[in-house]
């Protein structure tokens, strides 16, 4: 499995996003209960929001993004997908350690 982070820069303020904003809280929602929406979440500095996904691909992952309410409502004006593989950290050294 690959990690990406996405980051969606939008072409609408908070307000303009309120009406597709409960598809794609239940789109998150059901994404991070399937285990492929690892982290999401604004950027307060900016008209943004990142995202973590696990997915098996870059086709997997674009499907998902393609199905992204507020991708789907042209509400995104530029997508940005790096993959990732992290390595170090906090939350890589709690994933190594044995369940109690």
Known sequence: MAKFVVEFQYNVDRAGRQ???PAHAENLRGLADDG???LAGPLPEANAGLLLYEVEDRDALQK???AEPYV???LVAETRV???TPGKGSW???LD???A
Request: zero cysteines; charged letters at 25%; hydrophobic letters at 50%.
């Open 19 to 21: 009406e597709l904003h």
């Open 64 to 66: 998902l993004l393609d």
């Open 36 to 38: 492929v929406l690892l």
């Open 72 to 74: 789907r409502g042209g």
């Open 82 to 84: 790096r993959q990732w």
């Open 97 to 99: 350690r044995p369940a």
């Open 92 to 94: 890589i050294a709690a």
